[in-house]
């Protein structure tokens, strides 16, 4: 027999980031003990309102699962005698689990074979059960924000005020602190007829519905885009619908009213990124655009209140959006009376990091670190538009506008330039080299914007890494690992082959002339390097590029982004193919023999078999080629040089012998073998792929 759980805790309004938590967690915990306890049920779904957390478990059984307990005894050696009879010890065992010979089991462990026998546990109720696992669930929450109240240990991220638990038609008490459950449920708090009594579960969904209250977010997901889209096609506009604006907008209300309002068009002549901030970001409204793309002077918004106060409703918001934008105006004016690039050195008194200095030394670093980035790459940049836009990337930090709309920064700094005739491509990178700011954001578009957006990126990667902030766990304050993904993104993206090494220890010098303590260089260029190929390997391994092929390239190449990618897509296709076959036959054969040989140098006077000649020839040839195969990126026509010598590798073992007496002529051939190995080490090391190689040919023979 089974029944389904409900649990509610009410609490005053949650935030957005609070419901987001608090759904995720709660789920997973509640799967968690009811696995851990043996409980089966057919479905877990959570629900969250600004005021509320549910947790509802479909079809929970009402009796816990029996369960086989195995009792560990002596070691066989002690239980049985050498004529095979139960000992002292056996029957001593028996006798205190009431148990018979029959009933004994050998099995074998890590420290031997020992005597085990089974007992059955019989489960107990899920009624008796659920108390202290629900008590357990709700002092298990970890909120990023939390807080106690009154006298209460508990914490939470807003005060609990009631707590509802039903097992089918029976009520569960849960004691929780000073909290103790009810059957009790309240409704909107304005417009519902509260308290609610819930007498079963059955009876939940209905009866905060018709107190107005939508407990699924889907649901109020869906009514809300409805309700948009009804006010789109009666006002003939279009409202801009963002992602985490609408999922967050859904967790501020409990009972939806879409409701279209005005300001003032004299605001349009604000950059649009102004009003679109001021409108998603501080008031949470949707702004609006015309059919034909243009912003207007209107703005869509939620309420939580009833239809009848929406006139009133209207013009509140209506004043508290004018009241932002008449500052945003203000500063926007105020900003535009002083000339743009006369700002800069104001960025000393902006400290960047208190133990790396000011924003003004970040500047000064780009300024020297953007040309040497772009004579390592050998990317096409117009030299002086980038560095131009190096000295004016952060000056918008000192504005009117950036101060007050910190997200704003960069967008400012490329309207501002713009107004001042900065040339467009500078006024573009100073935009762009923030980019991306969030894995929906675009890579910059243009390549001085590229180069400046690694630089700083970099700059920061490896100043906070040089005295010791590294990302831990889940905990990633500075955005760490969102910029080395850029990083890598931009560097793909526009080809750029730059040495991690090289640039890191450039950077580090940068530092330290300006007086800068980050620690020893070696470990710095380390840890840099570490945490960039780990972002890399997650991409690559989103791409679906198998792990061993990934690692198998970065092990021989840890520099250079550019060149670990356009190996693995080299080398994905022709995984399980002869010409893969033939490079892993090849190395493997040079690679075993020459295992622990350190030297590479071959006498040509020491090769005496015809063989070996041939073999030290092509090695010479192959070589070459490939030296060129690599200048020009060129993977595949390394791949094919390289798989071209396994008939010359085959030849030499065939008709060579490696290991002779004499000393000189073993060491020469084992040289040899070396030579080969660092050659197709040029590509990858080909040993971390056997595993990799084992198993498509095993899918392929499964195939057949």
Not at 268 to 297: D, I
Not at 495 to 522: C, N, P, R, V
Request: charged share 30%.
């Amino acid at each position: 027999m089974s029944k389904d759980l409900l649990l509610e805790i009410g609490t005053e309004e949650l935030p957005h980031l609070a419901l987001q938590e608090g759904r995720e967690q709660l789920e997973a915990r509640a799967r968690e003990l009811f696995a851990d306890n043996k409980l089966n049920f057919q479905s877990i779904q959570v629900y969250g309102t600004p005021r509320r957390l549910v947790l509802v478990v479909r079809e929970l059984e009402e009796k816990q699962e029996d369960q086989l307990i195995k009792i560990k005894g002596p070691s066989k050696k002690i239980f049985y005698d050498q004529k095979g009879e139960p000992t002292r010890a056996a029957l001593g065992f028996l006798n205190s689990h009431k148990a018979s010979l029959q009933e004994v089991k050998i099995e074998l462990t890590e420290k031997g074979e020992y005597v085990f026998i089974e007992r059955t546990k019989e489960g107990q109720p899920t009624e008796k059960l659920l108390p202290q696992l629900l008590r357990s669930i709700i002092l298990s929450f970890s909120f990023t924000k939390s807080m106690r109240w009154g006298d209460s240990n508990l914490r939470f991220a807003r005060p609990i005020r009631w707590l509802l638990c039903l097992f089918g038609d029976c009520h569960i008490n849960v004691e929780v602190e000073n909290l103790i459950s009810g059957s009790i449920t309240y409704g909107h708090r304005f417009l519902g007829q509260n308290p609610i009594q819930v007498e079963k579960v059955e009876d939940y969904f209905r009866l905060l519905r018709e107190n107005y209250v939508i407990v699924d977010q889907e649901e109020r997901k869906k009514i809300i885009l409805d309700q948009l889209q009804k006010a789109s096609q009666i006002h003939k506009l279009h409202p801009l619908l963002d992602r985490e604006l609408v999922e967050e907008v859904v967790d501020l209300v409990e009972n939806s009213q879409v409701v279209v309002a005005e300001f003032s068009p004299r605001f349009l002549a604000l950059p649009r990124e102004v009003l679109e901030t001021s409108m998603k970001s501080h008031q949470r409204y949707f702004p609006v655009e015309s059919l034909q793309g243009e912003l207007l002077p209107t703005f869509i918004f939620v309420h939580n209140g009833s239809p009848q106060a929406e006139t009133e409703v209207r013009k509140g918001n209506e004043r508290v959006l004018s009241a932002r934008l008449t500052d945003a105006m203000f500063f926007w004016e105020e900003d535009l009376k002083k000339q743009f690039a006369q700002l800069t050195p104001q960025l000393s008194g902006v400290i960047f990091q208190e133990k790396l200095g000011s924003m003004l030394d970040k500047v000064k670093r780009l300024q020297k670190l953007v040309p040497f980035l772009v004579q390592k790459t050998g990317l096409a940049v117009d030299l002086a538009v980038v560095e131009r836009a190096a000295y004016l990337c952060k000056t918008d930090l000192v504005t009117n506008m950036v101060v007050e709309f910190p997200d704003l920064q960069g967008v400012m700094g490329r309207e501002y330039a713009q107004r001042q005739g900065e040339e467009p491509s500078v006024c573009q990178a100073i935009f762009e080299h923030y980019l991306p700011r969030s894995l929906e954001d675009p890579l910059p578009g243009s390549p001085e914007g590229s180069v400046l957006a690694v630089a700083d990126k970099m700059d920061t990667l490896v100043g906070l890494f040089g005295i010791g902030l590294l990302p831990s766990g889940s905990q990633d304050p500075y955005a760490l690992r969102r910029k080395a993904r850029g990083i890598i993104q931009i560097t793909l993206d526009q080809e750029m082959d730059w040495s991690l090494a090289e640039l890191t220890s450039f950077i580090q010098h940068l530092y330290e002339e300006q007086g800068a303590e980050l620690k020893d260089q070696d470990t710095l260029k380390q840890e840099v390097i570490d945490f960039l190929l780990q972002r890399f390997r997650y991409l690559l391994s989103d791409q679906g590029y198998q792990n061993e092929l990934i690692d198998s390239v970065i092990e021989v190449t840890r520099d250079r982004i550019v060149v670990i990618k356009k190996k693995v897509e080299a080398l994905a296709p022709i995984i399980g193919l002869p010409e893969m076959d033939d490079l892993a036959t090849a190395y493997g054969r040079c690679n075993n023999l020459s295992r622990g040989w350190e030297t590479e140098e071959v006498d040509p006077e020491l090769l005496q078999e015809e063989q070996e000649k041939v073999m030290y020839e092509r090695l010479v040839a192959a070589e070459r080629k490939t030296k060129e195969n690599a200048r020009r990126y060129d993977y595949a026509a390394m791949i094919k040089n390289l798989a071209a010598l396994r008939t010359v590798v085959d030849s030499f073992f065939d008709r060579v012998l490696v290991m002779v007496e004499e000393d000189r002529i073993r060491a020469n051939r084992l040289s040899l073998l070396r030579r080969y190995v660092l050659l197709f080490n040029q590509l990858a090391n080909l040993s971390l792929l056997s595993g990799l190689l084992v198993r498509e040919s095993q899918q392929s023979q499964e195939g057949l």
